[in-house]
Each structure stands twice: as structure tokens, then as C-alpha cells.
């Protein structure tokens, strides 16, 4: 009589596999699926790009701003939509930083940019004065790259980064949504944007030649020491 051998039962793939291996795959397949948050604790996807582009300063930039006292480094333009810059507010802010102000015809109303040292952090931001005001109460948002900041008849963003900060402030006439487009906006001038923004330097414009008005106009060009009667 033979005798009959039974093989033992197949086991599947997964039991076989030690302890050990399977917890890895099981971690391996929640990858990918959680955004990393940016640095002000907001996700990959709604983080804003920082506003101000071309951080380069150009000589030509450079030799302007130093001619008025302004640090070269706080120059930045912007705009928003009904809004021009009004070129007679040009000019400094504190020590050597930068201020300009942008007006709507048709509303009347204005909003300044200033850029100058500084740093704002959440526990430093209500403390800092919003606009021209005083230090009163200060509520603080944190937006995107930068802050909300709300003084009650005034309010304004302000950017911090590199060692300096670039606000735009207004009264509370200007849309908070405008400001947030000028945030936006800021950037380094283009070469008609600085024609429009600072004046050359002394020294660096081009220099029309002076007229005497005692060279006669035909001659060896000797001057004209004539007197009229009774000189």
C-alpha cells in the first residue's frame, strides 16, 4: 500500500512577509498625499510668492537715490489699478529710507509706499505704529507673505524681508483689496519708471553749452565792451 504525503497549505504573500517589512509599505503608500507648510505655517499651495521682484540695484539707481540721502537697497515702485504716482512725494523716510505716494483722480484718494530698516514678527507687529498714527491699537493678519495691519482709520500691509520693511499704507477710504494689489506689485524701477521716479544725479546729465550774450555774432568773437550814449 503507498502511502499518501500531504503537502502543508500555501500561505499568502502578505503573512509571509516578516512584521518588520510590512509597516514601512504601509507608510510608503500614505507619501505625498500632505502639503508641507511654508514658513508662516501656511500650506505649499497657498503660500504667495514674495511681492518684490528684481531685487538687483542698478548704478544708475544707486547714483540717484544716494544724491537725495535715500539708502539705494529701499527703492521699489508699484501701482494698482486707478492709481499714479505722484512724483512730488518723492522723497526721504527717517534716516535714509524711501517714501512715495500713488493718487486716484477719481476717487481722490491716495496710498503711500515706504520702505526702510526694520523687521515685523507676530509679537512685534502690534506694537508698530500703522501709517503715520501714533501707537494706538493695532490688529494684525497675517496674509500670504505679509501683514494686515488695521489702526482703525488707517490700515496697511507691510512686507518684511532682508533686513527691511515695505509697507503700504492709506485711510480706510482705500480698499483693502488695493493695497493688496500694490503689495503685489512692488518691484525694482525700470529705466523709465527711475526717470519718472528720482531725478540724475548732479553731474551725470547731459549739459547744454552756455551763451554769453557779450560775443558778437559775426567777428574774431572778441566781447562787445561798447557803451551807448552816455556810457
Keep these: 500500500m503507498s502511502r499518501v504525503r500531504r503537502l502543508p497549505p500555501r500561505r499568502s504573500l502578505p503573512s509571509l512577509l516578516p512584521p518588520l517589512l510590512v509597516v514601512p509599505v504601509l507608510l510608503l503608500t500614505g507619501c505625498g498625499k500632505e502639503k508641507a507648510p511654508s514658513a508662516d505655517g501656511a500650506t505649499a499651495s497657498t503660500a504667495k510668492t514674495p511681492a518684490p521682484t528684481g531685487t538687483a540695484v542698478s548704478e544708475e539707481l544707486a547714483d540717484r537715490a544716494t544724491a537725495l540721502g535715500i539708502a539705494p537697497e529701499h527703492v521699489y515702485v508699484t501701482g494698482a489699478p486707478g492709481f499714479a504716482l505722484a512724483q512730488q ?90 493695497l493688496r494689489a500694490a503689495v503685489d506689485a512692488v518691484h525694482r ?35 562787445n565792451n561798447g557803451v551807448g550814449v552816455g556810457g
Design 89 to 178: 512725494s518723492v522723497g526721504v523716510s527717517g534716516d535714509d529710507g524711501f517714501s512715495a505716494s500713488y493718487f486716484s483722480r477719481s476717487t481722490g484718494t491716495h496710498f503711500t509706499l515706504t520702505v526702510d530698516h526694520g523687521s515685523m514678527t507676530a509679537a512685534s507687529c502690534p506694537g508698530q505704529a500703522v501709517g503715520d498714527l501714533g501707537r494706538g491699537p493695532t490688529e494684525c493678519e497675517r496674509d500670504g507673505d505679509a501683514w494686515y495691519r488695521d489702526g482703525r482709520s488707517q490700515h496697511e500691509y507691510a512686507l518684511a524681508r532682508d533686513g527691511q520693511v515695505i509697507r503700504l499704507s492709506a485711510d480706510s477710504g482705500v480698499p483693502r483689496a488695493t
Design 189 to 223: 524701477p525700470s529705466g523709465d519708471e527711475l526717470d519718472a521716479l528720482l531725478p540724475p544725479a548732479a553731474g551725470t546729465g547731459p549739459t547744454a553749452p552756455v551763451e554769453r550774450g557779450d560775443l558778437p555774432p559775426e567777428g574774431d568773437g572778441a566781447p
